[in-house]
């Protein structure tokens, strides 16, 4: 239902057991993380705001969540949620920069 790149969860956070952590970064709006959860295991961040994207469809609503949280320098977007009437979709969450 809501494709591959929609929630990516905690995989790219979670510590596999490495020593070297991952570095996060995004330089395309579809690179940034999407997740439905509050908090990102290990790794502290600092929230900007609030993003919205609204279309005709969900996938629509998701490019355009990712594209207005890449303008204001986001690498990851918390609490992620749909909303929806009878004409439009609107995928929301909290911007955050990973530090």
Do not use: C, W
Request: glycine share 10%.
């Amino acid at each position: 239902m809501y494709g591959a790149g929609i929630n990516r969860g905690l995989a790219g956070f979670v510590d596999q057991g490495h020593k070297k952590k991952k570095q996060v970064t995004s330089t395309k709006h579809d690179e940034i993380v999407l997740t439905t959860t509050e908090n990102i295991p290990e790794h502290n961040y600092r929230i900007i705001g609030m993003v919205f994207g609204t279309a005709v469809d969900q996938q629509q609503a998701v490019k355009v969540l990712r594209e207005e949280a890449q303008k204001i320098g986001a690498d990851v977007i918390v609490s992620m949620r749909f909303d929806s009437n009878n004409l439009t979709v609107t995928a929301y969450g909290t911007a955050v920069k990973l530090e």
